[in-house]
DNA sequence: AAGGGGATTGCCT
DNA sequence: GGCAATCCCCTTA
């Protein structure tokens, strides 16, 4: 398993977003390990996508976002659910890409402790609001850099082939037509197929 | 200082 | 399939 490092990161959004389905999601802490295949996520861009926290310029939420790459970036939204992004782009322009749903791998047991004991292994993480709670990501666990442990992403030594699928973007109401969701095609983790 | 909307989820019908 | 839950942040006054 190698962690993926800034110069992956500090890329094009899309191109990191695609590339990121299938890659493993790792936080370590307390003591247990939780980890799963990222199998759905989204390109949010900065001042050309009016559906980015950033397309309005910073603020001191948002600024995360216009930062260095490979940056965690955790938001609250509808008074109950926490979001994950990690940063994108070169420093100084605003990018991330939002997790969306996970393959869980390790830590199943924590995960259904965390969500309920009644939800299926499918149901763990098949969501943004699904993922953070399986981790117990809240916005402590934002600007933290996922470049080295205990919370970052990594690549398997052999990877399969992957089919990612584009499709786009999810609950959103802006800029609705534009093909910035991935996911790994055929993957019961995925939230919408 | 206050109001409105949001990158969602789960329960109820 | 519809809607409530519930809070933070941005916008405007």
Not at 114 to 129: D, E
Request: charged residues 20%; positive net charge.
């Amino acid at each position: 398993m190698k962690i993926l490092d800034r110069a992956f990161f500090g890329r094009n959004t899309q191109i990191v977003a695609a590339e990121l389905i299938g890659k493993i999601l790792v936080l370590n802490q307390g003591g247990s390990l939780v980890s799963g295949k990222i199998v759905e996520t989204e390109a949010y861009f900065g001042a050309d996508d009016p559906a980015s926290h950033a397309f309005r310029g910073v603020t001191p939420r948002n600024r995360v976002m216009f930062g260095p790459a490979g940056v965690s970036y955790v938001y609250f939204t509808y008074g109950n659910h926490h979001c994950l992004n990690i940063v994108t782009e070169a420093d100084g322009v605003a990018g991330a890409v939002l997790l969306r749903a996970l393959e869980p791998l390790s830590g199943l047991s924590i995960m259904k402790k965390r969500r309920g004991a009644k939800h299926q292994t499918t149901a763990l993480a098949n969501g943004p609001g699904k993922l953070t709670q399986a981790f117990g990501i809240t916005r402590d666990h934002s600007e933290i850099d996922m470049t080295r442990g205990p919370f970052f992403v990594a690549e398997k030594a052999e990877e399969g082939f992957v089919h990612v699928q584009t499709a786009k973007r999810i609950g959103i109401s802006a800029a609705q037509h534009l093909p910035y969701r991935f996911y790994l095609r055929g993957n019961p983790f995925v939230s919408v197929q």
